[in-house]
């Protein structure tokens, strides 16, 4: 590796698309308007459980402007399905997960606050707010199962009536014999049980779509803010709407942030896109903010108790893990695998722990669909594991960073008794990269200065491991996935040598459209202003499975590198035949097919040039043009990990934890734009110090109202609840990919809440506090001094 | 947000007019409270004055010994006044802790202190520094004007004009910021007048502004923070939430009050 040309490989180029975000020239969904377009305002239900009665919506039809009203019964009647969910997870019994219907629009029954109940299409966005507001529903509320640490106990009321006890499935993992028996012979048992907090992921962008139908072509459009258009397409077509999948053609133009919550199969662009047909007109929708936090799909959410016994010089043993995962009102997406095959197969962490066994109970409450949001599962595997060893450590009298060394894994590739196969990693060498950047050694100063100004200062240790580039397809189906996760590219080269890529990954804030740019460049050695990048249309792009998972470099570029392999494969025969030698003495250097071992040369522009003007040309063996697809489908995960060191002071008079220090040592494989890569890692750790310290998603526990519904109640991290950040990447190649990457877009936020709670359990252990849940708000944090010293 | 009528009076007596004969008729001043209350549709008004246009109610003026405000003055320009931060620099401090930059742009002294937000900073510091409130029909003394959550004295149709905030010997604002929203969680205004006699004012506690007797006793004895941090106040009275408990929030009344003397000596 190593740039060869400008803005290649290694290089930090500036980012292609940030002249148009930064000039106000981004297309995003709601910039879209189609001549006699119409809107569409979704009725929400006010309860978190109700029986509908009736609605009425005679006044609401003869209001201004209304175009058309739709009900859940009328999808019913057109014969319209529910939406799927893409994993089916089986049960410790072997039997399938319970699938309760999730209707576009309430059937019978709305089953959160916020949950569609009829839809308003009108001339204008006011007309169809003022309309629904007309609707009469009759609501008989029904008592609501909200928290999921409760809604499986007897007397609650159940969401769904094929889920009498709210579970959707018990799932084991790992060997749990061999575990209790570590458990027996254990010197040392650390058990903690905590929450991993709800979180509302807050896209910048609301989520938005448009819907056109054309009588002309007996087909549909869909504009979305989405990260997985042609997902997007097949769940919609082939599960809910019975379209033929060649009449819709799904676009998601610029997308203002995602971070998962625009993975998912939504009820409101489903419900427009069959509409749009209905009223012969085309139909906008975007969120409203207050309706991004009432019905975009939550993350987290889970009750663990997890366990893990040691030797007496501090070696794991074996680790114990049940957990309650809250899946909301209904099976969003991916909802079933998240807190399933995304999370207790990273139980492991960085360690040679010899048996884990996982328990998950999938839990149906009176709330918002939970699903993936940056890191899905790996976030709350890490808290787990992270918690266990720092908590383990204190209670064992062990330094942090020696009871991590004593365990870490060493030798590659290696199997953990979770069913992964980490294939590189070194694991000593991020945390000494951290150890040194924090200082650590100058602490005890800082932490005796502070204590002098009347502060306590606490450090923690995050040592994480991820999964990223969920593969391959066939284990993945095996184990439940109803989708592929390979990745598809195409190289176009223009008859001028300039190259147009069609990817099926789609950026929504990543930049792919640089990075990508920068890997073809380099390979065909042209300038790097010669690439563009076009991904997110599935009228353009070859079939692709979107961005998720950090999977985008790793799967999504692999793709595009086998796709200029076959480019550079056949731009060596049209050399060959060019420079009259045999196809095997050509090679391919700094963008100049050569004779080896001879000056003679023809440049890649002119091997292009004879592709698409194939006047002198091997026509006989040799097809004209220059444009390949490749698809790629992982042999297995890439494995970024890291080590993260986060130093905080708590002012004991009001618990207010401020972050003075936040070290991030990360190996994501070779790196190919390292501003982009900071980027990445910076906002990832401004979730994850955003989860540890300030957010979460609050439902009133009786009535299921959100509590937390807009920003006056719910804390997003500002720029100046963050410290300056140093970061840093150590690189063991990943040996399975040709680009050597690994993917780094959620690390920060995996890596980071555990390293922060940490931190603040360690300013506070001299005054014996022992566990601090999340959010470790200043009021928490307060009250746990109160009850310490009382 | 629903339609409504919008009419931008040039003087007080046009803007009072309007509002005397408009039934569900509004003043609008920086729009940071009303506008989003409109949008959310939980206001309708039915008419919108703009008082924008009213020249006579910004600026900021001595007046003796004290400085008095325009009711459309708006945060951002009492927190860069060098009159106001050069004679009451706590004043100038609480405006500049108000929200963020826009808000501070367009946020006006007169529309926080008529909306009397229990969690807002502004009525902490025209109770604490015991000003008077110059409206279009009379001087109502700060003690006077808040009258619990979301209430003042204002009659239907009576607009602030003014407020006169008598320059002290010393003050101080201390605002424990709520980490979603940033209003105060509590903020307290600590004042020694030129008198020597001391008043404490505490926003946040959850039902309105209010004077603390236990807190000005103490600094009146010892203007001091220790003796104001020594204070412990019952958290009867305060309201409990998702973000602070009534002891959490009384507790902090005894820190911020420290903290505000602490600023006050300087
Ligand atoms: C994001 C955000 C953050 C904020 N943070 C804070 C904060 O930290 N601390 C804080 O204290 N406040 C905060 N605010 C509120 C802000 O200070 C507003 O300026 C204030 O609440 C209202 O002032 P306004 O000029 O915008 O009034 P408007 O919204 O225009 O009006 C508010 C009410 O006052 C009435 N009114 C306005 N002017 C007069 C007048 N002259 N006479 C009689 N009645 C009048 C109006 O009719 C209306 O009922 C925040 C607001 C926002 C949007």
Redesign the pocket.
Known sequence: MGANIANGIGASALRKEDQRFLTGAGNYTDDINIPGQTYACFLRSPHAHAAIRKIDTRAAAAAPGVVAIFTGEDLAEAKVGGLPCGWLITDVNGQPMKEPPHPLLAQGKARHVGDQVAVVIAETYLQAKDAAELIEVDYEVLDAAVDVATATQPGQPAVHDIAPDNVCYVWGHGDKAAVDKAFAAAAHVTTLEFRNNRLIPNAIEPRAAVAQYSRSEDAYTLHVANQNPHVERLLMTAFVLGLPEHKVRVIAPDVGGGFGSKIFLYAEETVITWAAKRVNRPIKWTAERSESFLADAHGRDHATRAELALDKDGKFLAMRVHTKANLGAYLSTFASSVPTILYATLLAGQYATPAIYAEVTGVFTNTAPVDAYRGAGRPEATFTVERLVSAAALEMGIDQAEIRRRNFITSFPYATPVGLTYDTGNYEATLAAAMKIADVAGFPARREEAKKRGKLRGLGYSCYIEACGLAPSNVAGALGARAGLFEAGEIRVHPTGSVTVFTGSHSHGQGHETTFAQVVAERLGIPFENVDVVHGDTGRIPFGMGTYGSRSLAVGGTAIMKALDKVIDKGRKIAAHLLEAADSDIVFEDGNFKVAGTDKQVAFGQVAFSAYVPHNYPLDRLEPGLDETAFYDPTNFTYPAGSHICEVEIDPETGVVRVVGYTASDDFGNVINPMIVEGQVHGGLAQGIGQALLEQAVYDPDSGQLLTGS?GDYAMPRADDLPNFKVDTQVTPCTHNPLGVKGCGEAGAIGSPPAVISAVIDALKELGVRDMAMPATPHRVWQAIQSARA | MYPFQYHRPANLAEATALLGKLGEG????????????MKLRL?Q?SDLVD?GGIAE?SGIRADGDAIVIG??T??ADVAASAEVGKRIPALARLAG????R???A???????I??N?P?????AGVLGLGATVV??RRSIAADDFFSGLYETA?EPG????SVSFPVPQRAGYA?F?NPA????LIGVFVCQEKSGAVRVAV?GGGNGVFRSAELEKALAASFTPAAAAAVKLSADGFSGDLHASPEYRAHLVSVMAGRAVAAALG
């Open positions: 920003y | 509004k003043a609008l001043a920086g729009g940071q409270t009303l506008i989003a209350a206001a008004p008082l109610l009711a459309l708006r945060h802790s108000i929200g963020d826009q808000v501070r367009a946020g006006t002294l007169g529309g926080s008529a909306n937000d969690a807002a900073d502004y009525p409206t279009s204002l009576e607009l602030i004009k605002k910021a929203s940033r209003f105060a926003t």
